[in-house]
């Protein structure tokens, strides 16, 4: 006898819920009841239980549990699960091979090539020598303590990641800043991105595609650092003059010529400020994509938690915020560069 | 040639609201603009608006914020739709244009500079100046001759590479008019173009305006607030205000006779000796018999006359054109037309 026995019965459904009778599995809380043998009704209104799916399955067998919820939302994946991978394997393949390539690439050529490369990049976007400098003595102490395979795949990794962020969001986030019905269906998307924890799209992510395609993490990490990009390019293009864009119209610029020629040029530094957000948070999603076979110095970090590598763990969360303060500072300084040629 | 029209306003109205047709209704039956926002929930922009703008002339807009000049300006190229009337261009209706045709227009007929500038940020003083050209599809090199010769036209030689952000405000502006005047287009509409500058750079601007349009014989549609730049710059001025036109003419003609209380209250506060010219006041005539104490040009304003007659009252000068005479104005006169105005007043100065 339950609680909500009379509830069943007097709304007349109590033949409905016998034919749910049967003897399934019992849930681990079915089992220690019966093995305390306190099948008991509750002893006072103190005791009184919501009348949550299980409890409710008390009293009518008919009623679904709760865990036929989730059992129901598994089986339901799996379901559509496949015809998904269909279309889903081949548009997110590329993926893959743009992120084994840019890792065969950072690690084959040899780093004599390498560093010099990403030191000649730092000052093209920065044309600071101080920069220059420090992103040097960074990366040859990384490499020194044998850490540089690692922080080049990290390195790979985010470079792959943050320009598939950049080359989606902005024209993601153009769309938005030309229609309000575009922003007002976006913002609800961007906001579950980045609030949803990242392990909770990891996953539906891991029964779409195989754990052991570079795609997965990819996929993880470009949802995850997509948002600020997207939402930077909205709003610098509608924060853009409206004086000058009126300016565009006076003189007949077609919209094309108008966006090309006025709104992203002047809406560069915030998308410029969206970039380096981007980049900063494909950097903290690597290390959790480590789960889920990223390699990188996340892996490092995993094992220092996994084995209790305290030395290992701690240097490579040195190396991973020594690799956050070189993007930081590189995509700021070519921000301010941005920034310097446009104040008006 | 010179006074023929270019741009004809005829019957504009515009109302601001979700469904400014049946506001429209109400506006024609005669509802004021207070009613019209109270009852209505509508802002009425412009009423009945009728203006004919003279080829070759400078026609100035004045009327204080919210009279609705900026409004009226940006119908001439369609940056707003008019909710009724219709604007013709050498004759074709505006309103009628598609967007390809209008794009044209706002292309090869008509530039604007603006109160703010609106230089793109981005982008060289060549480059800017250049912009109504690069629009149409040519690149620096193309246009990097004729932006050149307007930039060193309106004073801005050796500043072609710097960017707007490292120039003065006078000199920003400078841009803007060079920039429309590379579009080569016959009008121009310069929406209070010289209000967010300094008296002094203010006043040199408005020299260099009527320099460049002694030479250029522009359309000229000049937006104000301030009553000596619609002076100094007009030939034809219009006065607006609450969005109805409420006088419009010979700028020294509405100074002499103005017929609204607001437009007295206006030019009570202005320097009339500096603003009135010896040929709105003198008495037309040629024949050479009296006495003369000198000779004027129709064109000198009161105050050079008053020095010159150094307070004398009694004194006659003989006026000429181009050395012809044309007339004779006497001190008298002169002193009578410097009395503040008021409504109406039956005009006896003019001969």
């Not at chain 1, 009623?63 to 939302?73: M, N």
């Not at chain 2, 841009?175 to 929406?191: E, Q």
């Not at chain 2, 002499?256 to 206006?266: E, G, K, R, S, T």
Request: some cysteine.
């Amino acid at each position: 006898m339950a609680t909500y026995d009379s509830l069943f019965s007097a709304l007349g459904l109590k033949e409905w819920c016998a034919e749910g009778k049967q003897d399934g599995p019992m849930s681990m809380a079915d089992l220690l009841a019966k093995a305390k043998g306190d099948n008991a009704e509750p002893e006072s209104l103190w005791d009184f239980p919501f009348p949550s799916m299980d409890v409710l399955n008390d009293s009518c067998a008919a009623f679904p549990q709760s865990r036929e919820l989730t059992k129901g939302l598994e089986q339901g994946f799996l379901a559509v699960k496949d015809n998904l991978s269909l279309v889903l394997d081949p548009m997110t393949q590329p993926l893959s091979w743009a992120l084994d390539g840019a890792l065969y690439g950072m690690l084959t050529v040899p780093w004599w090539i390498i560093i010099p490369i990403m030191l000649a990049i730092v000052f093209l976007v920065t044309r600071s020598w101080k920069l220059v400098l420090f992103v040097a003595v960074s990366i040859c102490l990384l490499a020194f303590v044998d850490y540089y395979e690692y922080a080049m795949q990290t390195l790979a990794i985010i470079f792959v990641c943050a320009f598939l962020c950049v080359l989606l969001g902005v024209p993601i986030g153009i769309a938005m800043s030309r229609s309000d019905t575009m922003q007002r269906l976006t913002i609800p998307i961007l906001d579950m991105l980045q609030t949803l924890p990242p392990f909770v799209y990891l996953i539906p992510l891991i029964f779409l595609f195989s754990v052991t395609e570079s795609k997965l993490y990819g996929i993880a990490i470009i949802l995850y650092a997509i948002v600020p990009v997207v939402r930077l390019t909205n709003l610098g293009i509608r924060l853009v003059d409206k004086d000058v864009i009126e300016a565009a119209d006076a003189f007949g610029m077609t919209p094309r010529q108008k966006l090309f020629k006025v709104q992203i040029p002047l809406a560069l530094p915030n998308i410029m400020a969206g970039v380096n957000q981007t980049i900063m948070m494909s950097l903290a999603m690597v290390v959790i994509a480590s789960l889920v076979s990223a390699p990188g110095l996340g892996v490092l970090v995993l094992r220092g938690i996994r084995n209790l590598e305290l030395g290992v763990g701690l240097v490579s969360g040195l190396g991973i915020v020594i690799l956050a303060v070189i993007l930081d500072r590189v995509t700021k300084a070519s921000l301010a560069r941005i920034n310097a040629s446009q104040n008006q | 040639m010179a006074n023929d029209i270019k741009i004809s306003i005829k019957n504009l109205y515009k109302i601001f609201g979700p469904t400014p047709d049946v506001a429209l209704e109400y506006v024609k039956r005669g509802m004021n603009k207070a009613d019209l926002q109270d009852k209505q929930n509508h802002v009425l922009g412009l009423r009945d608006i009728n203006v004919d703008i003279l080829d070759g002339k400078i026609t100035v807009i004045m009327g204080l914020s919210g009279s609705g000049k900026s409004t009226l300006i940006r119908h001439l190229n369609r940056l707003i739709e008019p909710t009724a009337g219709e604007i013709r261009l050498d004759g074709k209706n505006v309103l009628e244009l598609n967007e390809e045709q209008l794009r044209q227009l706002r292309r090869e007929q008509m530039s604007m500079v603006f109160q703010k500038f609106a230089l793109l940020p981005h982008k060289t003083v060549l480059e800017n100046a250049g912009m109504a050209l690069n629009i149409r599809g040519s690149d620096v090199t193309d246009f990097e001759q004729e932006a050149v010769k307007w930039l060193g036209r309106v004073g801005l030689e050796g500043n072609e590479q710097q960017y707007p952000h490292q120039l003065s405000g006078g000199m920003q502006q400078r841009v803007g008019i060079a920039r429309a005047l590379v579009s080569n287009s016959p009008v121009m509409l310069m929406d209070e173009a010289f209000s967010a500058l300094d008296p002094l750079i203010r006043s040199d601007m408005q020299d260099l305006l009527l320099e460049l349009q002694e030479e250029l014989q522009k359309t000229i549609v000049f937006i104000t607030h301030d009553l000596d730049e619609a002076l100094k710059l007009s030939d034809h001025l219009v006065i607006l205000k609450d969005g109805e036109v409420v006088q419009q003419g010979d700028p020294q003609d509405i100074l002499l006779n103005p017929n609204d209380p607001y437009i007295v209250a206006f030019i009570n506060d202005i320097n009339r000796a500096r603003v009135l010219r010896v040929r709105s006041i003198m008495k037309k005539h040629v024949d050479n018999d009296a006495e003369y104490a000198g000779d004027i040009s129709e064109r000198d304003n009161l105050e050079t006359v008053l020095s010159r007659s150094g307070g004398d009252t009694d004194k006659v000068f003989r006026v000429v054109r181009k050395g012809e005479m044309v007339g004779s104005l006497c001190m008298k006169d002169l002193t009578r037309a410097l009395v503040p105005t008021g409504v109406s007043t039956p005009n006896n100065h003019k001969g």
